[in-house]
């Protein structure tokens, strides 16, 4: 099994310009998100999905989007690029577990650069 | 509202030695799990342990131990003979479960650097 795989590792952008990250998983997992890593914040969360054809925000969801079409997949979009969407993005999946265990599968995230 | 606090931005330990890294939460969910990871230089996350806010005892995993006091809103990890492949970013996060909410709470980390 792959887990959970991100499409791509790298990525310079221009101001302005859109793209499309992929986040891909093999465990069957329900829940799906998308965080951003940056420098003395942690992990903050953009959107999530609890399903198929279900996306719910998070706690910084402005200037992005995305879409979960099928199960295995969870699409993040910028559709405008700003220089402060610099971060390392992850996407996370799991699963519901009794008791409430459901660790989180981490992808092993994208670096963008917006410039 | 949920918040996961971690004061500690940077630690040393000596290798073969015990470390803790603090971890305060605040959250009006009665039932809700703590959980923490590890994030190596290379930058993957690494599930370490999870406790259960209604477990009776505290979490062990291997090397890696969870103090869990509930009446003080703490879930401090413990790691026992740091070993230098221990030096990396660890994080504290939250889920509450009653309230049904699939989101996870980070905090913002402690970097331990494990000296030989």
């Known amino acids: 099994n792959a887990g959970v795989t991100q499409t791509p590792k790298f990525r310079v952008l221009k101001t302005g310009q859109s793209m499309t990250l992929l986040c891909a998983q093999d465990m069957n997992h329900e829940y799906m998100y998308w965080y951003r890593q940056d420098p003395g914040m942690g992990l903050r969360l953009i959107h999530y999905s609890v399903g198929e054809g279900t996306t719910a925000k998070g706690e910084v969801p402005d200037g992005y989007n995305v879409s979960r079409l099928k199960k295995q997949n969870f699409l993040l979009g910028l559709e405008s690029a700003a220089p402060s969407q610099t971060s390392v993005y992850f996407c996370?999946?799991?699963?519901?577990?009794?008791?409430?265990?459901?660790?989180?599968?981490f992808g092993p995230g994208t670096r963008l650069t917006v410039l | 509202a949920q918040k996961i606090t971690q004061t500690q931005p940077g630690m040393f330990v000596q290798e073969k030695e015990a470390v803790t890294l603090d971890c305060t939460y605040d959250?009006?969910?009665?039932?809700?799990?703590l959980f923490w990871y590890k994030q190596p230089s290379s930058g993957e996350m690494i599930f370490l342990i999870y406790q259960g806010s209604y477990d009776q005892q505290n979490a062990t995993e291997g090397r890696y131990s969870l103090n869990f006091q509930k009446a003080r809103k703490s879930a401090n990890l413990v790691i026992s003979a740091s070993q230098l492949g221990d030096s990396a970013m660890y994080f504290c996060a939250m889920r509450g479960i009653t309230s049904g909410t699939y989101k996870y709470i980070f905090g913002t980390g402690t970097r331990l650097k494990v000296l030989a």
């Open positions: 959250t009006s969910d009665p039932s809700y799990g």
């Open positions: 996370a999946s799991s699963r519901p577990v009794a008791g409430g265990n459901n660790e989180q599968f």
